[in-house]
Each structure stands twice: as structure tokens, then as C-alpha cells.
Nanobody, 125 residues
Framework: QVQLVESGGGLVQAGGSLRLSCAASGRTFSSYTMGWFRQAPGKEREFVAAIWSVTSTYYSDSVKGRFTISRDNAKNMVYLQMNSLEPEDTAVYFC???????????????????WGQGTQVTVSS
């Protein structure tokens, strides 16, 4: 059974940093793209970042240059380093994994089958 568990959220002031972690279990994830999405109150869940390998990372325009996604395949972990946080980054952040390997439309949440429970990130102004 595939399970994703996020951690690392919290309350931070604007301009601060947080590092989110996603612990994956139930299969070997090294061959799968992994994604981070977020959902603010009253808004749809939106793409943040995705990674297949160190040289294959993808970011939404709103976080490019501020967030960095990485993974440790030996530990089945995915990370999201978030710097220069803004109040607009406030949301619940979700880790996601697809059912299949191969090319994905990484920004489309319908490509992802497995989701964590989410971790709250709140950025105060």
C-alpha cells in the first residue's frame, strides 16, 4: 500500500524559509516523478513543483527561483525547500505520486494517484 506522509509545515514570517519533507512507502519511488501541490482556502489545488531526477525538475512560475525540489531515492524521501516565503504561499501543501512511470504532464493533478494528508504552511506579513 502506497503511503505519503508530509511534514515540516508551520508558521513563518514573510521572507523566511521552511523545508517540507515527504516520506514515501509501499513501493520503490526512484523511477517515478514526484510532485508537490498546494491548496489555499477557497482555491483549487495547484501545482508547485515536480521532480524526476536532479536534472529534471519543474516549477510553477509563482515559486520559480524561490523553491527547490529535491529527492533522496535511497530514503524514499522528497523535499521542498521554500525560501523568501510570501503571504501568498499560505496553503496546505501536498506530496503526490503517480501510479505509472514514464512521461507525465507534471502540473496536472489528475496525473497523480497517491496523495499525502498535507501539511499547513502559514506565512505572516
Amino acid at each position: 500500500q502506497v503511503q505519503l506522509v508530509e511534514s515540516g509545515g508551520g508558521l513563518v514570517q514573510a521572507g523566511g524559509s521552511l523545508r517540507l519533507s515527504c516520506a514515501a512507502s509501499g513501493r520503490t519511488f526512484s523511477s517515478y516523478t514526484m510532485g508537490w501541490f498546494r491548496q489555499a482556502p477557497g482555491k483549487e489545488r495547484e501545482f508547485v513543483a515536480a521532480i524526476w531526477s536532479v536534472t529534471s525538475t519543474y516549477y510553477s512560475d509563482s515559486v520559480k527561483g524561490r523553491f527547490t525540489i529535491s529527492r533522496d531515492n535511497a530514503k524514499n524521501m522528497v523535499y521542498l525547500q521554500m525560501n523568501s516565503l510570501e503571504p501568498e504561499d499560505t496553503a496546505v501543501y501536498f506530496c503526490a505520486a503517480p501510479r505509472r512511470t514514464g512521461p507525465l504532464l507534471v502540473s496536472d493533478r489528475r496525473e497523480y494517484t497517491y496523495w499525502g494528508q498535507g501539511t499547513q504552511v502559514t506565512v505572516s506579513s
